[in-house]
């Protein structure tokens, strides 16, 4: 996810084993089948080259991050590899644990990143991935990715927020904010931005379970109807 930070220290303690190494862990501190589709009545564009598997993942990971720079600091958008990571939590389908990271394990992040048939993220491709990009040498791009909010680009023809499908579709909204997070990182309040970061994963992934068995996930219009975006991930 997009959210950013200024510089500040990592209050991380005690070790903790991730899938593949040691990674660093952080020091404590509804009714919708009459609803109408959002496709209704324009051309169904295909979903987004790579994304959509044809056969269900036997294992999959969910994955965000949060940076240390906000766009701002580093010079836009386009200069995400320099914005640096505070945290990252992955979930793993196979085990049901979560796994933090701080910058510094991100060798490690990527070696338990192509252990799994799928990572499943939002915004993952064009952000994550670019991020991760700038600290370690590794394909990123090459690891079979499911980018959601891709998918729901292809889809409709715009994007959606993370927070306007979880509200709509979970009843859970997003638990903070990308500016919080960053503001957590220049005071040095680690934990808080993992346990945010961790509920956005917790979020992705329960989006895209919901996906998955339903074919659609749920938004509210400019007018604030109910609608279906419809989605053909497995």
Request: aromatic fraction near 8%.
């Amino acid at each position: 996810a997009p959210q950013a930070g200024g510089a500040g220290a990592e209050n991380a303690a005690p070790v903790r084993k991730s899938g593949s190494a040691t990674a660093s862990p952080i020091a404590a501190s509804g009714p919708d089948k009459a609803l109408p589709s959002a496709t209704k009545g324009r051309a169904k564009t295909p979903a987004a080259k790579g994304g959509v598997m044809d056969n269900a993942p036997g294992r999959f990971a969910v994955f965000d991050l949060e940076t240390r720079r906000s766009a701002e600091e580093v010079g836009g958008w386009g200069n995400a590899a320099n914005m640096g990571v505070s945290v990252a939590v992955l979930y793993d389908s196979g085990s049901g644990e979560f796994r933090e990271y701080l910058q510094d394990d991100v060798a490690v992040l990527a070696e338990d990143l192509r252990a799994f048939d799928l990572i499943v993220g939002f915004n993952i491709k064009r952000f994550d991935y670019l991020v991760l990009s700038g600290l370690h040498d590794f394909d990123y791009h090459g690891l079979p990715t499911l980018d959601m909010l891709d998918e729901v680009r292809a889809r409709l023809g715009y994007r959606l927020s993370l927070d306007s499908l979880a509200t709509a579709t979970l009843q859970t909204p997003k638990s903070a904010s990308g500016l919080e997070a960053l503001a957590w990182w220049k005071q040095g309040r680690v934990r808080e931005i993992a346990d945010y970061c961790r509920k956005d994963v917790e979020i992705t992934r329960d989006l895209y379970l919901y996906g998955r068995d339903h074919g659609h996930l749920l938004f509210r219009n400019k007018a604030g109807a109910l609608v279906r975006a419809p989605v053909a991930w497995r």
